[in-house]
Every structure is written in C-alpha cells, then in structure tokens.
C-alpha cells in the first residue's frame, strides 16, 4: 500500500526503526545486568506488544489504568508509580503490579503493609534536589518546592516524629528546617526528642491533622443547622435571637480551629518552662497543613455568606 493510500488519521510505525531500537535496549540490558522498562506513559501503543516484549522486561505505570494494561497487554514486570492512590484503586492495583513506588513516607506507612502483604515489592521516590535544567521549573521535578519524590528533611521527619531519635538524619531535619520551637534557641532536636514530648508530638499531631482536614466539614453542618434553625424560629425571631444564630455558627465552624489551639496548648504543658510550640511553627513545619487551612477559610465564608443572605431575605 503506498502512503497515499493510507486512511487518515492514522498512526503509522516504522516496525524495521523499532526492532532497531529496541535491540539496543536488549543489548545494554544484557551488558548491565539491568532491567528495561516501557514507559506506558510515553508510548502506549499496545497492538505492538507482543513484539517489545521478547527485548524489554516490563512496563512502567503511573495509575490503574496503565497498570491493568501493562499487566494484561504486555506481560512480565509491572511497575508503578503515582504522586498519590486512592484506596479503593490501590487494591485493584496490587492485582497488577509487582512493584510500587510511593512518594511519601506517609504513603508508604499507609499502603505499604498491605502491598507487603500481598507480595509484592515497595520503594519510595527520592527527591535528591538536585536540578538537571534551567528555565523550565514548572516541569521539573526537583525544583524548590516540588512534592514529587521524598527529600532528605522530609525522610527525617517523618521518621523523628515516628520516634526514631537514634537517626542521625533526624537531627538533620531539625537543624535545617529552621523551624524550632520558640524559645529553644537555634535546635529544638534535643527537647523533641525526649521521648515524652516525642510521643506527645506525634499524638498532637495526628489530632490537629485530623481537625483541619475535616474543619470544612463542620463549617458545612453549622451554616446548615443554623440556618434550619433561624428558618424554624422566624415566627418568634428577633434581632437578638438572629444575631444568636450567627454567633452559634461563628463558634461551631471554628470547632477545627478550636481543637487545633487546644491541641496545642496541652503540647506545650508537656515542654520546659519557657518553651512552647505555636500554630506558625507547625504550619511552617507541615505545609500541608497550610492548604487544609486555606480550604477550611473558604468554606467559612461560603456558608456565612450563605446563612447572612438567608437572615437578610427573611428579615
């Protein structure tokens, strides 16, 4: 068939330049004792397969769906890595992979057991912060503030607040987050190490992580509830009982707040005189706390502004 006769659109692969290629992988593969992946991501042409499987070991997937297909399609090792699995894809996933990546050390605490579990292989990605390009941060994924892959200080964390205190790594992580307790001077790695206030952080933590993640949840049910009940009463209602409502919804969607400080507070009783965590630090600390924060501030002023509509159509 000549190209002129081709239907369009339509792919068109040189088979003879693949079989070219792919001998060259088989070949380093060969000489380095190393294993040759495809990147499903790059090239995903599956009807081809069959044939990139006698020279490559496996596939590369960055979800479920290119972890079936992988499985399915091509055969021999299925590798993947995602920034983040959801659990419900996460089980159909260990049905296909047999090794997985995770970005985190708190990915690999959650799932990492039950990909254990079922026999199959775990890693984490390294964040070695090191840059390779200029010019393209956005697509980099060492530049300065990537959540791709685990950085040293994240890795040292991780395992200080795990009470690991015997890693050098995790004196590491204090020193240079630059983020200390207030009043401890230049390193709070030798007070949060203490194994009390080292139990009591990560009990702390755990809490005031919970809190915020689902404080917008109560922004909802009070802006709901109150409103119900400002609807329910408007026979009887008057200006002191409206602004009651108001004040019964500013107190009840700023419970996650509430919880966060009180959280806090009884942390600090646990420091020495003079030392005391604050709300900043920790923010400064976990920088996903700050995002929990920014959504559960939306949805404050979404439902006020919404039961503030609803008491100025009614009024």
Same mark, same amino acid.
């Given at each position: 068939?000549?190209?002129?006769?081709?239907?369009?659109?339509?792919?068109?692969?040189?088979?003879?330049?693949?079989?070219?290629?792919?001998?060259?992988?088989?070949?380093?593969?060969?000489?380095?004792?190393?294993?040759?992946?495809?990147?499903?991501? !790059?090239?995903?042409?599956?009807?081809?397969?069959?044939?990139?499987?006698?020279?490559?070991?496996?596939?590369?997937?960055?979800?479920?769906?290119?972890?079936?297909?992988?499985?399915?399609?091509?055969?021999?090792?299925?590798?993947?890595? !995602?920034?983040?699995? +959801?659990?419900?894809?996460?089980?159909?996933?260990?049905?296909?992979?047999?090794?997985?990546?995770?970005?985190?050390?708190?990915?690999?605490?959650?799932?990492?057991?039950?990909?254990?579990?079922?026999?199959?292989?775990?890693?984490?990605?390294?964040?070695?912060?090191?840059?390779?390009?200029?010019?393209?941060?956005?697509?980099?994924?060492?530049?300065?503030?990537?959540?791709?892959?685990?950085?040293?200080?994240?890795?040292?964390?991780?395992?200080?607040?795990?009470?690991?205190?015997?890693?050098?790594?995790?004196?590491?992580?204090?020193?240079?987050?630059?983020?200390?307790?207030?009043? !401890?001077?230049?390193?709070?790695?030798?007070?949060?190490?203490?194994?009390?206030?080292?139990?009591?952080?990560?009990?702390?933590?755990?809490?005031?992580?919970?809190?915020?993640?689902?404080?917008?949840?109560?922004?909802?049910? +009070?802006?709901?509830?109150?409103?119900?009940?400002?609807?329910?009463?408007?026979?009887?209602?008057?200006?002191?009982?409206?602004?009651?409502?108001?004040?019964?919804?500013?107190?009840?969607?700023?419970?996650?707040?509430?919880?966060?400080?009180?959280?806090? +507070?009884?942390?600090?009783?646990?420091?020495?005189?003079?030392?005391?965590?604050?709300?900043?630090?920790?923010?400064?600390?976990?920088?996903?706390?700050?995002?929990?924060?920014?959504?559960?501030?939306?949805?404050?002023?979404?439902?006020?502004?919404?039961?503030?509509?609803?008491?100025?159509?009614?009024?």
């Amino acid at each position: 068939m000549k190209f002129t006769e081709l239907p369009t659109p339509c792919y068109l692969l040189d088979e003879n330049r693949l079989v070219q290629n792919l001998a060259v992988l088989r070949d380093v593969a060969r000489r380095t004792g190393a294993k040759i992946l495809l990147a499903q991501k !790059a090239f995903s042409m599956f009807s081809v397969y069959p044939l990139i499987r006698e020279y490559l070991a496996g596939t590369t997937a960055s979800g479920l769906y290119e972890a079936r297909l992988g499985h399915e399609e091509f055969g021999g090792e299925t590798h993947v890595y !995602a920034p983040a699995y +959801a659990e419900g894809e996460f089980r159909e996933i260990l049905e296909y992979a047999d090794h997985i990546v995770f970005n985190s050390p708190a990915q690999l605490a959650k799932f990492g057991p039950a990909a254990k579990a079922a026999g199959k292989s775990v890693g984490l990605r390294i964040n070695p912060e090191r840059s390779t390009q200029e010019g393209h941060a956005i697509y980099d994924p060492c530049a300065p503030g990537s959540r791709l892959g685990t950085t040293r200080a994240q890795w040292a964390v991780g395992r200080a607040t795990a009470n690991a205190p015997d890693l050098a790594e995790a004196k590491f992580a204090y020193d240079s987050l630059a983020h200390p307790l207030k009043g !401890a001077g230049c390193s709070s790695y030798a007070i949060e190490m203490e194994p009390a206030v080292a139990e009591a952080y990560g009990r702390m933590l755990k809490r005031v992580t919970f809190a915020l993640d689902k404080a917008w949840i109560f922004a909802i049910f +009070a802006g709901f509830g109150c409103g119900i009940g400002y609807v329910a009463t408007l026979r009887v209602m008057t200006d002191e009982l409206a602004i009651f409502f108001f004040l019964l919804y500013a107190v009840m969607s700023l419970s996650g707040y509430l919880m966060t400080f009180a959280q806090i +507070a009884l942390f600090n009783r646990v420091l020495p005189r003079g030392v005391r965590l604050t709300f900043r630090i920790l923010r400064k600390r976990f920088p996903d706390l700050g995002s929990s924060v920014m959504d559960f501030n939306r949805m404050i002023v979404l439902a006020g502004l919404i039961l503030f509509g609803l008491m100025a159509l009614t009024r």
